[in-house]
């Protein structure tokens, strides 16, 4: 199946990359309708072993795996999005025809591919991608993959959260998730966007 935008990663920066790009449908934007996402993940984001306490927003105490649950629900009620548990194991091809492949011997097309896997590990076999050590991870051996500004490994090709090489904070992940989503989508719209709502006058 074809994809406008694959994600590998179902963490803090992949669901909320995931979450702004559905988003910004149903708005009157013609190049935003009809798109359709795909989530890639494993199941095994360290948000599974996380409680959070100092998340804005968020209530004190609230369990990883709680929030990953709001933020999948949130995601569904814009639709457009689907959900695969496999792992990626290689990403070839370039912006408008990439071809994203799974351990189960899946194949999936996509306009773009955002890399959002994680700082543990990169075993995805991925053209142009240059791997290194994460300079801000707290523990040593985590990686991140290089990019050359605003998270653009090349052209069609994003890296988000702790692979981009932010700090291992939910905000901080889910912020590059949300500013590679509005990158993906000012270029669709050929000038820079922003997704906001604002209540209905009473």
């Known amino acids: 199946m074809r994809y406008d935008v694959v994600i590998i990663g179902g963490g803090a920066s992949g669901l909320s990359c995931a979450l702004t790009l559905a988003s910004a449908q ?10 359709r996402y795909l989530v890639l993940d494993t199941g095994r984001s ?8 100092n998340v804005p927003g968020v209530p004190t105490g609230t369990l990883g795996t709680e929030l990953i649950d709001r933020i999948k629900e949130q995601i569904k009620g814009f639709g457009g999005v689907d ?36 700082f543990h590990r990169f075993d995805i076999e991925c053209e142009g991608v240059k791997v290194v050590d994460n300079p801000k991870s707290p523990k ?9 500004g605003d998270y653009k ?8 959260g702790l692979l981009a090489g932010v700090s291992s904070m939910f905000t901080a992940a889910a912020g590059s998730g949300v500013q590679v989503a509005i990158n993906i989508l000012s270029e669709w719209a050929g000038k820079p966007v922003v997704i906001h709502d604002v209540p209905e006058e009473s």
């Open 26 to 35: 149903g708005r009157g934007w013609e190049w935003a309708e009809n798109r």
């Open 153 to 160: 490994v090349r052209e069609g090709l994003y890296v988000a």
């Open 140 to 148: 040593p051996g985590r990686v991140m993959v290089e990019h050359y």
């Open 46 to 53: 360290d948000m599974n072993r996380a409680l959070f306490k």
């Open 83 to 118: 959900f695969v548990e496999e792992r990626a194991t290689k990403v070839e091809g370039s912006k408008g025809s990439f071809r994203v492949y799974t351990e189960g011997g899946k194949i999936y097309e996509s306009e773009y591919v955002v890399l959002a896997s994680g």
